[in-house]
């Protein structure tokens, strides 16, 4: 009989190269030991009533529940066809009782032991009609108070309480996402599921179905097989004599003669994925609907920089209570809006010298702030990163996304561009202030560092996939009063 004291694996996809951030924040958040798992995995295990933390993973993409993993299941020298039959039959070998009723409390607690909720696709698109967008304000290129800033939030507080809207009904601590089609995730996990059978994922596993015991569970999801629509994905790293395609063919063969569900690539209801890297084998459930790297974000730009991201970014700058963050090329306002998640005892100004970028920055975070009660700590100014409107040292932390002069600017430009940032703001930040900076164009960024050596002192340096780039993101403090 399975509990939610037993204990389940669970894996999440982090950031290529910065895996050691998100074994940080697991540990933190379940106190546990988690560990890497291959090249952007980390793997911890919990018990099943910790589920429902997994919404409040900041670091993270995804997230799924291990039904079955073996270190040494291609050890034997079997031939090709041998192989794949022995996937097809492992099906029914797995211990299924225990992950589906996993599974089945994880969706009907989902997002309850979350205080900051994340809007899905679907969820948005459901919420459409009952939301207002708000008007963007005029920007200031002056200097910002920060007492000022917040006497005129709460003055907006109370004329908001006087005039209820239709977004007073929406819950609090609510990111709002609107991901458009054309960046849907290429592996198309953040496909919109449509309605197209009597039974969906929201009636499988939520309490309509009112089944707590594992057995009756089983037979509820093979009874109503035919309503039940699954796809199986497979990564493999090593040399095989089969395709990842191959493999995903026979383990979802195997999956529809044990449950009977139907095979559907595009609008499933349950994804079942297998990971082989050279011997070893995992098979594991899905239990995150869509990326996490996209919340937060209404209005996109052409470089919009992903939420994770934009977390790794504020955790290597150890943003604490108080400091004053500035991202001075904000452009849609991406890492203010992850900074005023998950920092949010600090205040975040962003700036941009593009009028779109600014605009979408100001809107994206108006948004945000309409479905709180409060005022966020928060303002978005139009200007030049090369001529800041601020006095000297009035920042404690610089975070930002340079330009990699791929979509916006080129890299020719870089060389002048870079070095003039980082004169800059070395001119605004304190004294063993930090700057954590993001860039593609290593030789342009080395450069710059040369020259402004005497200012800045290059900390650390952190390399990652971004999009098949190598990114790297680097870590400096400012050692010149």
Known sequence: MADTEDIVTVFVSTIPGLEFICVAECDELFEVKSKKEGRGRVSFSVPIKSLPKLSKLKSVHHYWLQVYRSSDFFAADKPKDAILESLEKLIDNLKWRLAVYALNYFK???????NDRVYTVTQAKENEDNTTDTSSQVLCKESISVVDHRKKK?????????????????PDCVNFQEKPPA?????RNGCIKMETSSLDSESIF??????????KLITFLKKNAADIKFRVTCNRTGKHDFTSMEA???????VKGYFGWNVDLENYDIEILAFIDNNEITIAIKLSQESKHSRNVKYFGPTTLRATTSYCMLKLAGVKSGDIVCDPMCGTGSICLEGINSFPLAFHLGGELHAEGCQNARSNLDYLESTRKLGLPYDVLSWDACRLPLRNGILDVVICDLPFGKRIGYKGRNFALYPAVLSEIARVCRYKGKAVLLTQHKSAMNKALSSCSKTWKKQGTFFMNMGGLNAGIYVLKKIAH
């Open 108 to 114: 009907k607690t989902e997002g309850k032991d979350s």
């Open 183 to 187: 960046l849907l995730d290429d592996d």
């Open 154 to 170: 709460v003055e907006e507080d109370k004329e908001s309480e006087q005039k209820p809207s239709k977004l007073s009904q929406m």
């Open 206 to 215: 939520t309490s309509k179905n009112n089944i707590s015991d594992p057995n």
């Open 248 to 254: 995903a063919r026979y383990i979802g063969s195997g």
